[in-house]
């Protein structure tokens, strides 16, 4: 096994700028700043926890704020904001900026969400590597930590897992005692697909009977959850990133195996399995005839099958993620694997499409941006090669949280949990009815 410690390093989001929930306790449409939901809270007695949480939410949804401006954003009094305020600057939850100064009247302190006032542990488990994150209250990525290996050996992973987490929490000092907890993203079926990795059976079939969540939480006293890792990466977009101000999408997401996830109504759709969005296991074409059983979408479009045409090559497969995929001579293979995959996620594009009338589709991976991009532009080709007629042919976005996406993902489900309006925001099987705030 390999193991990599990187320093500290800042995240894909800024101070201002951590993950915007899009909650529904009678979240209320926000034309005017660009936002697709905010929070609105209740004037009603007996609320002033979820009141809390609506004004944090809505300084991470819209950054600093001054009392009058959350007062109206979340549509309470402003003698309640001025109590939730400042209750939440003792807790150490917030933090005042300095006054703006220059207008009619005195000047306005900026209210803003206080980078220490908590933490959280993100745990990537995938079938190549494990990734810890420790993030802060902002989002902002404070701590990184990884162990590569050719498949997760439960017999040595947790060790591995135990030792990533104490210095995660080492890292934090006393800053410890703020932890929200622990997410983990993970597949559903990690022991699935053995033949294709090389996997003994006996070595896949052993996290068939693994309780992860059980497991985990024998190692800490802190809360786990369990999310499905693309599933994880999905959330990273959708709240951090261009998620913010898309309605619905499928989200494609490129490593070992190509995976998705799916957003409906600014809302993680989960399905009743937890298995929505899952277009690595569509088929490519119709079953029966000489074909027999048709492969998946995931036998063309993963990252699995760029590293099979290295390796048959004599090229070292790393470079798929390194950024050699498009210097020579991995160039010419990597065109090969464009193409192909491009023509297996267009398909799998299009089906979802005329089920769901998406409006847009997010692209992401373990690889470079510009690899991204060629991808992107190939995947525009092949769509060009279908017919339209009768569906809306959705946008095409490329990612912007990249490798760390299911890491932080599974990071920002504690946060969310201890803090958000809707706690179980991402962990829902589907929408539910919002309540009315006020």
């Known amino acids: 096994m390999a193991y990599e410690h990187i320093a500290p390093s800042t995240g894909p989001t800024g101070p201002n700028s951590g993950p915007a929930t899009p909650g529904r306790g009678g979240d209320a449409r926000g034309a005017d700043t660009g936002t697709q939901l905010r929070p609105r809270g209740s004037n009603h007695t007996g609320m002033r926890q979820y009141n809390e949480r609506v004004v944090l939410q809505a300084i991470r949804l819209h950054g600093d704020l001054p009392k009058a401006d959350l007062a109206r954003l979340t549509h309470l009094s402003t003698q309640t904001v001025s109590l939730i305020v400042n209750a939440l600057l003792d807790d150490g939850l917030l933090v005042k900026r300095e006054p703006l100064r220059g207008?009619?009247?005195q000047p306005s302190v900026p209210i803003a969400l206080n980078p220490d006032g908590a933490y959280s542990i993100g745990v990537k488990i995938g079938r190549r590597s494990m990734d810890v994150l420790v993030i802060d209250f902002t989002g902002t990525v404070r701590e990184r930590s990884s162990v590569t290996y050719d498949f997760p050996n439960p017999v040595t992973?947790?060790?591995?897992?135990?030792?990533?987490?104490?210095?995660s929490v080492a890292s934090?000092?006393?800053?410890?005692d703020r932890l929200?907890?622990?997410g983990i993203a993970t597949p559903l079926s990690l022991g699935s697909w053995q033949a294709l990795l090389g996997v003994g059976d006996e070595q896949a079939s052993r996290w068939?009977?693994?309780d992860l969540a059980q497991r985990v939480g024998e190692m800490t006293d802190l809360p786990v959850h369990v999310i499905k890792d693309t599933s994880a990466a999905c959330v990273a977009e959708l709240v951090s990133g261009r998620g913010r101000s898309m309605h619905s999408f499928l989200y494609l997401f490129v490593d070992t195996f190509v995976g998705g996830g799916l957003v409906i109504d600014s809302h993680l759709y989960n399905g009743a399995r937890g298995n929505a969005?899952?277009?690595g296991s569509m088929p490519l074409h119709a079953a029966g005839g000489p074909a027999g059983v048709p492969p998946q979408v995931l036998s063309a479009a993963s990252l699995f099958n760029l590293q099979q045409l290295y390796q048959a090559a004599g090229l070292d497969p790393q470079a798929a993620i390194d950024g050699r995929a498009l210097e020579p001579p991995w160039a010419s293979h990597t065109r090969v694997w464009l193409r192909n995959a491009a023509q297996a996620m267009a398909l799998a594009t299009v089906n979802a499409t005329c089920l769901l009338d998406l409006d847009d589709v997010v692209v992401d991976g373990v690889f470079g941006r510009e690899l991204l991009s060629r991808l992107i532009a190939h995947l525009e080709e092949a769509l060009d090669m279908h017919n339209w007629e009768g569906i809306s042919r959705p946008s095409v976005r490329a990612g912007t949280i990249g490798s760390d996406a299911r890491a932080m993902g599974g990071a920002l489900l504690p946060l969310y949990a201890a803090f958000a309006p809707d706690p179980e925001v991402f962990l829902k099987s589907q929408p539910?009815?919002?309540v009315d705030g006020a």
């Open 277 to 279: 969005g899952a277009v």
């Open 103 to 105: 207008r009619i009247g």
């Open 432 to 434: 539910g009815v919002p």
């Open 208 to 210: 068939n009977e693994i």
């Open 172 to 176: 934090l000092g006393a800053g410890a």
């Open 157 to 167: 992973l947790f060790d591995d897992l135990q030792r990533l987490l104490d210095q």
């Open 180 to 182: 929200a907890g622990i």
